[in-house]
């Protein structure tokens, strides 16, 4: 049994792009970026990852976060992805890999107005990709904590699964 710890922080007030995993040491990104429309408005954001641990040995970091600050104009994703099983490592980043593109297959105005249906569509299409990609996920996976952030309408979607998320 191992355990690892993910965390990614956010806030719009004034709170990483990709960041893949790291080997066995604690792994820290902070970026900030900037609204083009109005520069008082920026997203500020800092996630950190350290891998797991076992008495017997050293793990690999199973962990993937990603930050997409600027998905669309008016919606960020946050998501931490906890990789499980000796190819979790390599499932967790096929899996944040895809989510964006996923997301974004459906419509920029469905992800604003009806949410629920796109992350619902989005995960099964993500999952039929996975079972297709040949990744060997007999006994690996992942588990995620995602978060779709609406600047417009102020709103965050959450879909948390043995991850932390960290909104303010």
Known sequence: MGCSTSQIAASTESAPKHLDKAQNKPNVVQDTKADSEAASASIRFAAV????????????????????????????????????????????????????????????????????TVIRQASRTVESALRRSGLKTAYSGTTATWAIVNHEEKTVSLLSLDCELILS
Request: aromatic letters at 8%.
């Open 49 to 116: 990852s350290e891998p797991g641990w076992t008495t017997s040995h050293a793990k690999i970091n199973q962990d993937v976060v990603l930050a997409v600050p600027d998905l669309t104009e008016d919606i960020s994703l946050f998501a931490v992805f906890d990789g499980h099983g000796q190819f979790g490592h390599q499932v967790a980043a096929f899996v944040a890999g895809a989510l964006p593109k996923a997301l974004l297959a459906q419509g920029p105005e469905l992800l604003k107005s009806d949410t629920t």
